[in-house]
């Protein structure tokens, strides 16, 4: 650093800033004059350093999670989960950490996290891991703390956990010392964890936990995210009310308090019809008051995470030619969640449109949101040749990878690492992070750090002549994904633009998908080709030839031979109504590349699994862009 005279200059010294002062006045009688006391450093407050770091008026891409499971996470800490909220920030910053006996790293540090560790029996692992904790010495504890044999371990899993919150009344297990131990876990571990990790500008830390209900098995779970630390004294859990209604009032009461925040849904694969169903939970229809409360506090959904991809399923969308990914089928054998298409996110923001024409408002306006759901207390570890599992003993060896099953939800060799969160914002805060997702400008990713922008508008003009004027263009006569067109005599004209990972695959092509409902009320939808890579043309049948496979097999490697850099490209719908309320999204595809399970067979030389995808082409979504008639 540069020697500073009469000038503060800004150090961040273990996280914290400090502004430190030299001064340089002659004393008057030099020859007995002491030396000057160095000046106290002065800590700026965290408002004065998020005001400090500078703003990008056409936005970033920020990467980040916000599903992670830690050590107080009571099934994570079963399966052998040993980090803490501290450690899984510290992972997500790039540090090296131990996860099963093994030392491990993101290897590309993220921009943000949310630890969202389960409210229900936060408590009880307070005491399990908290030395002279309330309830720490209860013999119950002690048996857990124990614990090594995997058996033993679903054993306990199943008797405290799943019987319990699978149960109409779910409750606290008898070892539970009190709601005093809830408090200590959420605001001496897990906020104490997001105030010593977050750097303005550097790496974003967000306040949040799972409300975690799983009424008959079908997985209503909510990750609740808040904007800044104006949290409540405690987190609500599925164990307080197991009735998403009775979440969103009691959000309300807390943005009444002053608190800003979010609820994301996931696994709406394995919901077994419940997410999205046509009545609210008294059994009466909808009304516009309930598509009004949950459209305010469900402005996201998790498009994918190791239990599978909830967009689309192939047995659903035969038409769609790239349905086929990552469908987790395995969950459907499980506990009674058959897939229906009602299922899948497609399915759910395309019937919103039917809502939205007959309420006036849409239940289901969801932007889409990555996560992954790692039991580790490892966030975003989504790098195919860098797996290691994300359930601890239950996928965290080559052999239950292949052969094993994360209890009671999906086989090992099914799964996947899974997505990555993406959101454009004007700088790396916390008020700026959760301001994109609140407005739904926010995208997803299989596991890659491609980047996609997309914007919507009557009066914007054609080609754009590069990605900067693309955003320009869209900002000042359109909208970017997450927003809504009111009203369009003819087709708005629709911009696009993705770049590949530096350090991944090329891309192939982008999509743009659009739903609608017919007559009847009942979604249907059609996948475009918007820009590709090489010169290739749609064949007779309207389809792009595949953009070929550069894979290896035998080595587990890919080239970047075909696809491209960046694609970008404009669209108009030709078979645009005015009148008929519509949704589009992208969908960004690479060209192929290993899958895990291939990286796991090759390190080991071992034959490729049969019944596994050898090659996956990753991808990436933008959340939609609505358009609504004039009324």
Known sequence: MKRMSMTAALAFVGGVALVVTTACTAPARVEKAAAPAPAAPVAQTVEQLEAAVPEHPLKEAYFGETHVHTSYSLDAYIGGARLTPDDAYKFAQGKDVTIQGQTHNIKKPLDWTAVSDHAEFIGEMYSTQVPGAKGGDNPMLEELRGLKNVDEQRAWFMKYVVSNMRGANPGHPPFYAGPETT????????????????????????????????????????????????????????????????LWAWMAEQEKKGSRLLAIPHNSNGSKGYMFEPMDNAGKPLTAEYAKLRSHFERLIEMMQIKGNSEVHRSFWPADEFADFENGDSVATFSGRTFKKENFVRWAVTKG??????????????????????????????????????????????????????????????????????????????????????????????????????????????????????????????????????????????????????????????????GWVDAKGEPQDKVFDVAWSGDRKPGGNGKLPAVGNTVDLKAATYTNAIGSVELMGTWTDREFDSQQHAIYYVRVLEIPTPRFTTYDAVRNNLPLLEDAPATIQERAWSSPIWYTPEK
């Not at 997985?219 to 009735?243: C, E, G, K, W, Y």
């Open 353 to 514: 449109l039917d809502y939205q024409a007959k309420l006036g408002a849409n239940p289901y306006q969801l932007g889409f949101i990555g996560g992954t759901d790692n039991h580790n207390g490892a966030p975003s570890d989504v790098v195919e040749d860098n797996y290691i599992g994300s359930h601890g003993p239950a996928d965290g060896t080559l052999k239950d990878r292949r052969e094993g099953e994360i209890d009671g939800w999906i086989k090992g060799k099914d799964s996947n690492p899974g997505s990555l969160s993406g959101v454009w914002a004007t700088k790396n805060t916390r008020a700026a992070i959760w301001d994109a997702m609140a407005a739904r400008e926010s995208f997803v990713t299989s596991g890659t750090r491609i980047k996609v922008r997309f914007f919507a508008g009557a009066d914007l003009p054609g080609q754009p002549a590069g990605p900067r004027a693309l955003v320009e263009q869209g900002y000042k006569s359109g909208v970017p994904m997450g927003g809504t067109i009111q009203g369009a005599a003819k087709s708005p004209t629709f911009t696009v633009w993705a770049s590949k990972d530096p350090e991944g695959a090329n891309l192939d092509r982008i999509q743009i998908i659009k």
């Open 183 to 246: 408090r200590s876990a959420w605001q001496d571990v897990q906020l104490k964890a997001v105030r010593d990790n977050y750097q303005p500008g550097r790496f974003t830390t967000l306040a949040g936990f799972e409300w975690t209900a799983t009424n008959n098995a079908g997985n209503m779970h909510r990750n609740v995210i808040f904007r800044d630390l104006t949290v409540p004294d405690l987190p609500l859990s599925a164990l307080d009310t197991n009735d998403e209604e009775k």
